[in-house]
């Protein structure tokens, strides 16, 4: 059985589409042993407590520098032995000490076909609202194993989803959510669990 620390930062769509594809046997011999939020506040601590799971708040805001942060958040996910830490639109720099302990065994979701419109300062509707000014036809997500650099890991999965003429970033980040993101990021780890990619 896979453990799993899902970290996130806001709504928690990318969790909630974990969440359910475990209940409904997509993912199998995997489970979320914890939900790790940088933000008390983000809505995907509550839908973790709604289906039983451990939720945990570790807020840079608590602590007096960034090292002490660090040390903290990596004692807390420590805390749980992770087989695969997923990082689902988790919004903070994760310590280097945490990428070499955890080395080929946390994934990220980006919402665009690496390398396109990834690096610093490309999350959220940013990625989307790129991918418009660009005028690519084409986008999606990426499923990612997380390395010491900005989006940079080796790539597990990626999907393409039209863009469409009219297409507001909204519109955009809703449709790259339901037919890329939320599709590959389960298959991830269900490969992941199943012995069929590194973790």
């Not at 979320?32 to 939020?37: H, L, T, Y």
């Not at 300062?121 to 690519?136: D, I, P």
């Amino acid at each position: 059985m896979l453990d799993l620390v899902v970290l996130v930062s806001g709504g928690g769509t990318n969790l909630q589409a974990i969440i359910d594809a475990i209940d409904n046997g997509t993912i199998t011999n995997a489970r979320i042993r914890a939900v790790i939020s940088n933000n008390q506040n983000a809505y995907a601590l509550e839908r973790s407590r709604r289906h039983g799971i451990e939720a945990v708040c570790v807020s840079p805001k608590e602590y007096a520098d960034r090292e002490l942060f660090n040390q903290a958040f990596l004692d807390t996910v420590d805390a749980y032995q992770p087989g695969l830490i997923v990082l689902a639109g988790f919004l903070v720099v994760i310590p280097p000490a945490m990428i070499q302990k955890y080395e080929k065994k946390i994934i990220n979701i980006h919402p665009s076909l690496i390398p396109s419109f990834c690096g610093t300062g490309y999350y959220g509707l940013k990625v989307h609202e790129a991918a418009l000014t660009r005028g690519v036809k084409i986008t999606g997500a990426t499923v990612h194993y997380v390395d010491e650099g900005t989006d940079t890991g080796p790539i597990l999965l990626q999907k393409a989803v039209e863009v469409r003429e009219g297409d507001t970033p909204q519109e955009l980040q809703r449709r790259v959510m339901e037919e890329a993101e939320w599709v590959i990021l389960p298959e991830a780890i269900q490969l992941i669990a199943n012995g069929r990619k590194e973790a």
